[in-house]
């Protein structure tokens, strides 16, 4: 694919003299190039390196598994359990939602068109545009505009507390988990949904049993993505989630959250202590994220969909 | 009426399509809502401030507690630096890597880099922030302030030396490199893409023609995923703008205009951050002033979406692609 | 006796283990055209993109033996591919005009190899691929609003626009209508004054009308090779004969 080569071509290329003056410009624009690829990923590497060697220092079983005593003792266990709290009750509230939104689009709207009256097809029409619009829309929102309307919308009614933020939270996952299901769906073959229709199957449980179920690591996939991306946002728990010591599960309760957490570190000042424990923080936060970007992408990779940089 | 046939109308397959379908139509409309809901209220907080401020919102001054002002150009100043900056930054860099991407890069490469660009757009923004809190604030202080740096004088209508002693390493420098970090994996990623959906036939009959690699690469490829490369920018536009933590802790969160690179600003989403959990106590003209920001930041990042969709048309079909 | 403008000799090609062209010696004269036939897979592409070192893309290929053009080996530790291209043309099997302007797209080799007069070169290529009087007042459409058709011979007005010595065509006409490919196969007969032409082709009669000799490969070997009038009159293998007669196809 593309005009790259294997690794033996490319340095067998090399061990030559260049043959004429483009094939010497040829060289210096990959020189160009390569140098420009590394100068990017370079500060991957410094930032993970300079996290883990100032984070791993503290970085111990009881740092994990006891609560926070101030902000300068004791571990951090209510910002990772907190963390884990917002996610698993947003993902509760928004999987549904856009599994339920993505098969109605794909399905329905989209699929089973033909057979449907035609003022039904014209609105499905417009629901698949509308719905594929306004994801689209909401993937480029600013998070620290959900946290604004968070603070309005869900704090105005449930206080800062645990279901505030995950709520908020929810939102932010509907671009991702919606977008990356309708294409598992998609990607499912018609022979499947027409061998269950020809077996007598409604539309309803052609999609269920079937589709779903063909579909099922791809939509794993955009769940993770999406919790890969919200786990680690601060802006939208800015507002919605108050702070605490403890990890409670009380819905209406304050709840911490690893990257609130880490804000707050950052906000505390520059003594070594601080700094030291924004570091290990930030060590468990990144650790979770690429565990499950990982596993996302390897998930994405039995399905032959395609994970991207930077989401949808 | 048997029992039976009841039944068969109340649980029978077809009516079990109905509810599901019409249960699956509800949860469409309700996450198209959420973008409706959130303008909604976003304008409807804002609006009090346009109506009693009005062109007051556009002056240069953001004092809510002596002498409530509310003028927001400020921000929007810091914002055009930061973003201005990083994308000057992160654009052509980014092009560049999702060129070799695409065309240079070894074979067995690709995934791993790949890789690591999806990790790298993974790292929480707030993470970004701390590096470049304790790290990238302290090297730019203490890689600068040793330095004169000339700087036009409009006084004299001559370049004069200026020392950068009391440079603090905080500012648009700081903010528009780490922005500039985290936009490059989306710019990478997105440009790459539309590279790799250059058929290879095209490749070919460059080579053919007797193109060079870099010819090709250049005039072929990076001429025909342009839209992509577009949208590319339009999109990390948007995400620079809106992007909050990594910036809100090194700008100096200063409400002077920034004249150049090394003095300190505050920007949109900074503001938000900084100053809304306070304002909804009981500072209701603040409160919705900084709505009004929010607005801004949800207008400007609407666009950005609407126009990048465009650019990728309106490049189809000018190439007759479409 | 005239000098050959091709000389194949004893050529051997892979695509990593898969043995595609089995030591084929043959020449082939200028000012010709050359047919190479055979059923699908015997390895024709492969051997036109050998000639002008298309075949790098593939990372797996490699050979043994030697082409030589003008007395010059492709494969030559000396050679400049770049230039080598530059004198072969290449048209395709499907259309693919750049997606540029009708102009660039004809301008776009002659501007890379820093060519002087590029309207004229645009013109006289347009005319020799009998294009000129259809595009000629808009040149600056999109090429891929023309017609397949004109697709393709505007692919080969691009080849042409370089001044080639040789020009290879891999079934140009495959995915054509009749008619556009009867005027392809035309502006071939025209070309062939001042070209040495090679035309990868599955149709029979299509070689019958407008090649002097012709190939024939069977699974990566040379069964017969000469006059393809000789051949198509009296072929001297089973082979030969059993493709002529359709039962490859
Ligand atoms: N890039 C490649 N990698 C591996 N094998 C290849 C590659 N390209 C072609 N082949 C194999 O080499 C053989 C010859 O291919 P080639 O394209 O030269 O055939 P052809 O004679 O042009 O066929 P057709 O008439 O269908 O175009 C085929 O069996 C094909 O599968
Ligand atoms: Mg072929």
């Given at each position: 694919m593309g005009t790259s080569k294997s690794i033996t071509r490319e340095l067998r290329s090399w061990f030559r003299l260049p043959k004429s003056r483009r094939e010497f410009l040829d060289r210096l624009t990959f020189v160009f190039?390569?140098?420009?690829?590394?100068?990017?990923?370079?500060?991957?590497?410094?930032?993970?390196?300079?996290?883990?060697?100032?984070?791993w220092i503290l970085l111990n079983p009881a740092f994990i598994l006891t609560n926070m005593v101030g902000f300068a003792e004791g571990g951090i266990r209510n910002a990772i359990v907190g963390?884990?709290?917002?996610?698993?009750?947003?993902?509760?509230?928004?999987?549904?939602?856009?599994?339920?939104?993505?098969?109605?689009?794909?399905?329905?709207?989209?699929?089973?068109r033909r057979r449907a009256r035609r003022w039904v097809q014209e609105l499905n029409k417009w629901v698949i545009r509308i719905v594929e619009f306004t994801a689209d829309v909401l993937a480029g929102v600013p998070s620290i505009i959900f946290g604004a309307f968070g603070l309005i919308f869900f704090v105005a009614v449930f206080g800062r507390s645990l279901i505030a933020g995950a709520l908020t939270l929810a939102l932010m996952m509907i671009p991702t988990i919606l977008r990356t299901t309708q294409e598992s769906l998609r990607a499912v073959p018609l022979s499947l949904r027409e061998a269950s229709l020809a077996l007598g199957a409604t539309t309803w449980s052609t999609s269920w049993r079937v589709v779903l179920r063909a579909a099922l690591a791809g939509i794993i996939t955009g769940i993770l993505?999406?919790?890969?991306?919200?786990?680690?946002?601060?802006?939208?728990?800015?507002?919605?989630?108050?702070?605490?010591?403890?990890?409670?599960?009380?819905?209406?309760?304050?709840?911490?959250?690893?990257?609130?957490?880490?804000?707050?570190?950052?906000?505390?000042?520059?003594?070594?202590?601080?700094?030291?424990?924004?570091?290990?923080?930030?060590?468990?936060l990144i650790g979770i994220v690429f565990v499950v970007d990982v596993i996302a992408v390897w998930a994405s990779k039995k399905v032959g969909l395609v994970v991207r940089a930077g989401g949808v | 009426m048997s029992q039976r046939n009841w039944r068969k109308i109340l649980f029978g397959a077809s009516t079990r399509d109905l509810v599901g379908r019409t249960l699956l139509l509800v949860f469409a409309i309700i996450t198209s809502f959420v973008i409706v809901l959130i303008f909604s209220q976003v304008w409807a907080r804002a609006f009090p401030a346009i109506i009693i401020l009005g062109p007051e919102l556009l002056g240069p001054v953001w004092d809510p507690t002596v002498t409530e002002q509310y003028g927001i150009l400020v921000f929007i100043a810091g914002t055009l630096w930061v973003t201005g900056l990083s994308l000057l930054i992160a654009i052509p860099i980014g092009i560049a890597g999702s060129l070799f991407l695409a065309e240079y890069c070894p074979h067995r490469l690709k995934e791993p880099l790949r890789l690591i660009l999806i990790l790298m757009a993974g790292i929480p923004s707030i993470v970004y922030g701390l590096w470049a809190l304790y790290t990238l604030v302290p090297f730019l202080r203490d890689l600068i302030s040793p330095l004169y740096i000339p700087v036009w004088d409009s006084l004299t209508n001559s370049f004069v030396w200026i020392s950068m002693e009391w440079y603090s390493g905080y500012g648009v420098l700081p903010a528009a490199i780490v922005l500039a970090i985290m936009l490059l994996p989306t710019i990478v990623a997105v440009s790459y893409d539309s590279m790799v959906m250059v058929p290879d036939t095209l490749r070919e009959a460059s080579y053919a023609l007797g193109a060079s690699r870099t010819e090709t690469s250049i005039k072929v490829v990076l001429m025909t995923a342009l839209p992509g490369v577009g949208a590319a920018v339009l999109l990390s536009l948007g995400r620079a703008v809106g992007e909050t933590m990594a910036v809100l802790l090194v700008t100096g969160n200063n409400t002077t205009f920034p004249r150049w690179i090394f003095d300190q600003s505050y920007v949109l989403t900074s503001v938000i951050a900084n100053q809304l959990g306070l304002a909804v106590g009981g500072y209701p003209l603040m409160e919705s002033a900084l709505f009004v920001v929010a607005l801004v930041l949800l207008l400007l990042s609407m666009f950005f979406s609407i126009t990048a969709k465009m650019v990728v048309s309106w490049g189809m079909r000018k190439q007759g692609l479409r | 006796?005239?000098?050959?403008?091709?000389?194949?000799?004893?050529?051997?090609?892979?695509?990593?283990?898969?043995?595609v062209l089995k030591s084929l010696n043959f020449e082939i004269l200028p000012n010709t055209v050359t047919a190479i036939m055979g059923p699908s897979g015997c390895g024709k592409t492969t051997f036109i993109r050998i000639l002008n070192r298309l075949c790098d893309m593939v990372p797996e290929f490699h050979h043994t033996g030697e082409i030589l053009i003008d007395g010059q080996d492709v494969?030559?530790?000396?050679?400049?591919?770049?230039?080598?291209?530059?004198?072969?043309?290449?048209?395709?099997?499907?259309?693919?005009?750049?997606p540029m302007s009708i102009y660039d797209n004809v301008a776009y080799g002659p501007k890379t190899h820093g060519m002087k007069d590029i309207n004229e070169i645009v013109q006289r290529s347009l005319e020799q691929s009998a294009l000129w009087d259809e595009v000629g007042h808009r040149l600056d459409e999109p090429a891929l609003k023309l017609s397949g058709g004109q697709q393709q011979r505007l692919c080969l007005a691009r080849a042409l626009a370089v001044n080639p010595g040789i020009i290879l065509m891999d079934e140009p006409v495959a995915f054509l209508d009749p008619i556009s490919a009867q005027k392809i196969e035309?502006?071939?007969?025209?070309?062939?004054?001042?070209?040495?032409?090679?035309?990868?082709?599955?149709?029979?009669?299509?070689?019958?009308?407008?090649?002097?000799?012709?190939?024939?490969?069977?699974?990566?070997?040379?069964?017969?090779?000469?006059?393809t009038s000789l051949i198509a009159e009296t072929p001297k293998d089973p082979r030969t004969e059993a493709f002529l007669t359709g039962r490859f196809g």
């Amino acid at each position: 694919m593309g005009t790259s080569k294997s690794i033996t071509r490319e340095l067998r290329s090399w061990f030559r003299l260049p043959k004429s003056r483009r094939e010497f410009l040829d060289r210096l624009t990959f020189v160009f190039l390569a140098v420009i690829a590394v100068i990017i990923t370079l500060p991957f590497f410094a930032i993970v390196f300079e996290v883990v060697a100032n984070g791993w220092i503290l970085l111990n079983p009881a740092f994990i598994l006891t609560n926070m005593v101030g902000f300068a003792e004791g571990g951090i266990r209510n910002a990772i359990v907190g963390s884990i709290e917002l996610v698993a009750i947003a993902s509760m509230v928004a999987i549904p939602l856009c599994v339920g939104a993505a098969i109605y689009t794909t399905e329905y709207a989209q699929r089973g068109r033909r057979r449907a009256r035609r003022w039904v097809q014209e609105l499905n029409k417009w629901v698949i545009r509308i719905v594929e619009f306004t994801a689209d829309v909401l993937a480029g929102v600013p998070s620290i505009i959900f946290g604004a309307f968070g603070l309005i919308f869900f704090v105005a009614v449930f206080g800062r507390s645990l279901i505030a933020g995950a709520l908020t939270l929810a939102l932010m996952m509907i671009p991702t988990i919606l977008r990356t299901t309708q294409e598992s769906l998609r990607a499912v073959p018609l022979s499947l949904r027409e061998a269950s229709l020809a077996l007598g199957a409604t539309t309803w449980s052609t999609s269920w049993r079937v589709v779903l179920r063909a579909a099922l690591a791809g939509i794993i996939t955009g769940i993770l993505l999406a919790i890969g991306r919200v786990i680690g946002e601060t802006a939208p728990l800015l507002f919605t989630t108050g702070f605490n010591f403890d990890a409670p599960w009380g819905f209406l309760d304050a709840i911490a959250s690893l990257p609130f957490t880490i804000y707050l570190y950052a906000l505390q000042g520059h003594t070594e202590i601080i700094r030291l424990r924004a570091y290990s923080t930030a060590i468990v936060l990144i650790g979770i994220v690429f565990v499950v970007d990982v596993i996302a992408v390897w998930a994405s990779k039995k399905v032959g969909l395609v994970v991207r940089a930077g989401g949808v | 009426m048997s029992q039976r046939n009841w039944r068969k109308i109340l649980f029978g397959a077809s009516t079990r399509d109905l509810v599901g379908r019409t249960l699956l139509l509800v949860f469409a409309i309700i996450t198209s809502f959420v973008i409706v809901l959130i303008f909604s209220q976003v304008w409807a907080r804002a609006f009090p401030a346009i109506i009693i401020l009005g062109p007051e919102l556009l002056g240069p001054v953001w004092d809510p507690t002596v002498t409530e002002q509310y003028g927001i150009l400020v921000f929007i100043a810091g914002t055009l630096w930061v973003t201005g900056l990083s994308l000057l930054i992160a654009i052509p860099i980014g092009i560049a890597g999702s060129l070799f991407l695409a065309e240079y890069c070894p074979h067995r490469l690709k995934e791993p880099l790949r890789l690591i660009l999806i990790l790298m757009a993974g790292i929480p923004s707030i993470v970004y922030g701390l590096w470049a809190l304790y790290t990238l604030v302290p090297f730019l202080r203490d890689l600068i302030s040793p330095l004169y740096i000339p700087v036009w004088d409009s006084l004299t209508n001559s370049f004069v030396w200026i020392s950068m002693e009391w440079y603090s390493g905080y500012g648009v420098l700081p903010a528009a490199i780490v922005l500039a970090i985290m936009l490059l994996p989306t710019i990478v990623a997105v440009s790459y893409d539309s590279m790799v959906m250059v058929p290879d036939t095209l490749r070919e009959a460059s080579y053919a023609l007797g193109a060079s690699r870099t010819e090709t690469s250049i005039k072929v490829v990076l001429m025909t995923a342009l839209p992509g490369v577009g949208a590319a920018v339009l999109l990390s536009l948007g995400r620079a703008v809106g992007e909050t933590m990594a910036v809100l802790l090194v700008t100096g969160n200063n409400t002077t205009f920034p004249r150049w690179i090394f003095d300190q600003s505050y920007v949109l989403t900074s503001v938000i951050a900084n100053q809304l959990g306070l304002a909804v106590g009981g500072y209701p003209l603040m409160e919705s002033a900084l709505f009004v920001v929010a607005l801004v930041l949800l207008l400007l990042s609407m666009f950005f979406s609407i126009t990048a969709k465009m650019v990728v048309s309106w490049g189809m079909r000018k190439q007759g692609l479409r | 006796m005239v000098e050959a403008k091709i000389q194949v000799n004893d050529l051997n090609a892979w695509y990593g283990d898969f043995h595609v062209l089995k030591s084929l010696n043959f020449e082939i004269l200028p000012n010709t055209v050359t047919a190479i036939m055979g059923p699908s897979g015997c390895g024709k592409t492969t051997f036109i993109r050998i000639l002008n070192r298309l075949c790098d893309m593939v990372p797996e290929f490699h050979h043994t033996g030697e082409i030589l053009i003008d007395g010059q080996d492709v494969f030559g530790a000396d050679i400049d591919v770049y230039e080598l291209r530059k004198g072969i043309g290449f048209v395709f099997q499907k259309p693919n005009p750049f997606p540029m302007s009708i102009y660039d797209n004809v301008a776009y080799g002659p501007k890379t190899h820093g060519m002087k007069d590029i309207n004229e070169i645009v013109q006289r290529s347009l005319e020799q691929s009998a294009l000129w009087d259809e595009v000629g007042h808009r040149l600056d459409e999109p090429a891929l609003k023309l017609s397949g058709g004109q697709q393709q011979r505007l692919c080969l007005a691009r080849a042409l626009a370089v001044n080639p010595g040789i020009i290879l065509m891999d079934e140009p006409v495959a995915f054509l209508d009749p008619i556009s490919a009867q005027k392809i196969e035309e502006l071939i007969m025209t070309l062939k004054r001042d070209y040495t032409i090679v035309l990868v082709t599955h149709n029979v009669q299509q070689a019958l009308r407008v090649s002097d000799s012709a190939a024939f490969l069977y699974l990566g070997e040379l069964i017969e090779y000469g006059r393809t009038s000789l051949i198509a009159e009296t072929p001297k293998d089973p082979r030969t004969e059993a493709f002529l007669t359709g039962r490859f196809g």
